[in-house]
């Protein structure tokens, strides 16, 4: 819920009025705005904590659940998603879905994905890409449990009561409520993520300083800058987990000084080995290549305030 904060005369926080909020039926959207929502956001933005890689939606004249996800160890989501007051029998259509889905072997599943993905990108390839995984999971780890997801207006007090109801009777099950705002006329989405709705806090970007580790592999630049990733390796590797999405890298090469400068892309943290972890990031300047000399390059006035203002720069 979102509150105003009122004040008293000597300017201190006093108060809290809490805002009216509405729903998707209130603004005349249909249930699949929300669905696509929810898919395009489901990866880096809404579930930052617990990442789930969507491998597809309900189509047209199916019926299925609104949205299909895996988590990292090959589990299956299944979202069900309600923009208003739901009719009688919403959860137990999910529970429908996910009893039919629970059937589904790996072939199955990567059926769907390729068709909605249009792709021929193996599933496991494309899970282990996605979470990062040192190797493939086996066909037989995916689809082993299922959770269902009910996503509806934090208003809805029947539906509530029905996924605490199946909760209460030992199912995989959980309410996610949401809630829009409209303040100043523009729209916010609010959204509970779980397990404790932790999300990183866009005020909190930093710039920091990242070596490249010239001194023990000169080349390690290269897959840096061939990857569009940062990368650390052996007992360093660990400072990867330091760099959050959002974070302005500059790239330190030793005898050249900042080569690069790169903002953390969102996404979770990668392991292609047992020695290195990585982060995606997207360039803010031009990069070297290969067979030409590598020199420093001239930070443009807005990446120097940018580190300035906020001021937290760490070496890694």
Known sequence: MLYKI?????????????????????????????????????????????????????????ARADIYALNENGELVVFELKRGSAAHGAVHQALRYTEEAGQWSYSKLEKEYQAHVRTNTELSKAHTEVFGLNEELEFTQFNNKQYIVVIGSAADDSLISAVDYWKNQGLSIDFLPYRIYTIDGEHYFEFFALPYDKHLNPGFVKGVLFDTNRNYNPNSIWDMIEHSTIEA????????????????????????????????????????????????????????????????????????????????????
């Open 6 to 62: 009122g004040y008293d005369e000597q300017k201190k926080f006093a108060s809290l009025s809490p805002i009216a909020f509405k729903d998707f039926v209130s603004f005349g959207k249909k249930e699949k705005e929300l669905e696509d929502l929810i898919a395009k956001n489901i990866l880096e933005v809404l579930f930052e904590e617990s990442s789930l890689m969507p491998i597809f939606q309900e189509e047209s004249g199916q």
């Open 233 to 316: 390796y052996g007992d360093s590797k660990r400072f990867v987990e330091h760099v959050s999405p959002g974070d302005i890298v500059f790239f330190s090469h030793k005898m050249c000084g900042v080569i690069a400068a790169a903002k953390v892309k969102k996404g979770i943290l990668k392991k292609p080995d047992d020695q290195t972890y990585a982060r995606d990031v997207e360039f803010l300047t031009p990069v070297p290549s290969r067979g030409n000399t590598i020199k420093a390059i001239v930070l443009p006035v807005k990446s120097l305030f940018f580190v300035q203002k906020f001021f937290l720069t760490q070496i890694i």
